[in-house]
């Protein structure tokens, strides 16, 4: 029996069939489910799912033969304009298979590229973008020379016509693949000058001593709804730094930073980062290392997890080996934050705080306050509690102090003022001279 389903469509957009084969993939049937999110977030209506039963891909067309015929027959059937296959196809299956199907051929891979390459909005996320895009295509312009040189053979009687075609063919595609090499080192050159201009924004950030916080996650776990509800509690003018947020996938690519004041000269600097998917191409994960920067920098990460999805444990593994791949040290401290528990059909109790995990709603006042009661209570574990006296010659001191610290008492004497305040190392040496007591 076919393995083909009908999909119901929605909108009016470009009609595409999604495929995929098992390959002894325990959660084979949830990538295909994101695939066909991932398509959406594409552009495109998806019209039908065909999948194959077998561990091991058939090396010229992906699928096996019977397999590819059926996709053809869906295609036609369905009126799919586009497949899109759950993996990244080398240059000759993609060629092969296009040809068989007679169908546009898209990867997993390129589906992620072109999602990334809408979404881009900075001038460091574009540039990161078409490195990876141009990378992927370097292989591959082959397919598209490939197709005007058999025509042009075909279309000739005679053998030296038809050499002379494909040693045409042959210097064309040198130059594409020099044009495209140059403009690869030319956007890299440009992207090093931007990232040094972003290494030193996050310098400045660290020399300022406010601590740093880090939301990373699964893409649409909710990391930028929770970076607006704590800047809608703990924020002047909050609306003026809301983030994007939309329950799509890969909604936000740039990094955001924004400060967050708790009570009490409590501050912090919290970064929104690029969500993570499955099989995120490594094309993406090597640009987008300097994007993230803020999270391998960070004294905190805040881990968001889709509560909400079944498969959430194959997202916190996906995420922790990102992580891992971009270099962040396994020794910062990090909280589980398991948003979306409003959205459970087992109607989980939140807010509800379990060592370093949370269950939570970002949506809800009551859970964000306890993360950042989690937050302050990690990121400013180490501080220093004094009482200083300090002349009334030296007002600049005191206002330093109201400024950067939380302030237990203020009081005065004939000398100057007294003060009880807790605040980090690097400011309390500011005014060590002051210190008449260590708590």
Do not use: C, W
């Not at 072109?114 to 078409?130: L, P, Y």
């Not at 993406?284 to 959430?312: G, R």
Request: hydrophobic fraction near 35%; charge should be negative; avoid cysteine.
């Amino acid at each position: 029996m076919p393995e083909t389903k009908t999909l119901e469509t929605t909108t009016k957009t470009i009609n595409a069939l999604i495929s995929g084969i098992t390959k002894r993939q325990e959660d084979f049937d949830y990538t295909m489910t994101e695939l066909g999110e991932l398509a959406k977030a594409g552009g495109y209506t998806v019209v039908a799912d065909v999948r194959q039963k077998a561990d091991f891909p058939t090396g010229a067309t992906y699928f096996g033969s019977g397999k590819v015929e059926e996709i053809r027959e869906a295609a036609e059937l369905h009126d799919a304009s586009v497949v899109i296959v759950n993996d990244e196809l080398s240059p000759s299956q993609l060629r092969n298979l296009e040809k068989q199907i007679k169908r546009h051929v898209v990867d997993r891979t390129q589906l992620i590229l072109d999602i990334f390459g809408t979404r881009a909005r900075s001038k460091q996320a574009k540039m990161q973008v078409e490195i990876a895009q141009l990378r992927y295509a370097l292989p591959r312009l082959r397919n598209q020379t490939a197709g005007f040189d058999q025509q042009g053979g075909g279309s000739t009687g005679g053998g030296g016509a038809a050499l002379a075609n494909r040693g045409s063919g042959e210097t064309q595609l040198e130059m594409d693949k020099r044009v495209l090499t140059k403009r690869i080192s030319h956007i890299k050159h440009a992207l090093l000058d931007e990232e040094q201009n972003a290494a030193t924004r996050s310098s400045q950030r660290t020399a300022s001593d406010i601590p740093t916080v880090a939301l990373v996650g699964y893409t649409n776990s909710g990391k930028s709804t929770t970076m607006n509800g704590l800047l809608n509690l703990y924020a002047d003018r909050p609306t003026d730094k809301q983030v994007f947020e939309k329950d799509m996938l890969f909604a936000t690519l740039d990094t955001s930073v924004r400060r967050i004041d708790l009570p009490g000269n409590r501050q912090f600097l919290l970064s929104d980062t690029v969500g993570f998917v499955g099989k995120l191409p490594t094309k993406l994960v090597d640009s987008f290392k300097a994007t993230l920067a803020e999270a391998k920098n960070a004294d905190l990460l805040i881990h968001v997890v889709d509560y909400a999805d079944d498969h959430y444990p194959e997202m916190m593994k996906v995420t922790e080996k990102t992580l891992k791949d971009i270099g962040i040290d396994e020794n910062v401290p990090v909280i589980e934050a398991f948003n979306k528990a409003d959205l459970r059909a087992d109607h989980a109790e939140f807010p509800e705080v379990n060592g370093n995990q949370l269950i939570y709603s970002a949506r809800d006042d009551a859970s964000l306050r306890k993360l950042a009661d989690m937050i302050e209570a990690r990121i400013f574990a180490n501080q220093v509690t004094a009482t200083y006296q300090i002349p009334f010659t030296d007002g600049a001191a005191v206002n330093y102090i109201n400024s950067v610290a939380k302030i237990a008492k203020t009081d005065y004497n004939e000398t100057g003022t007294l003060i009880t305040a807790t605040m980090s190392k690097a400011q309390a040496a500011r005014v060590q001279k002051y210190a008449l007591e260590a708590e």
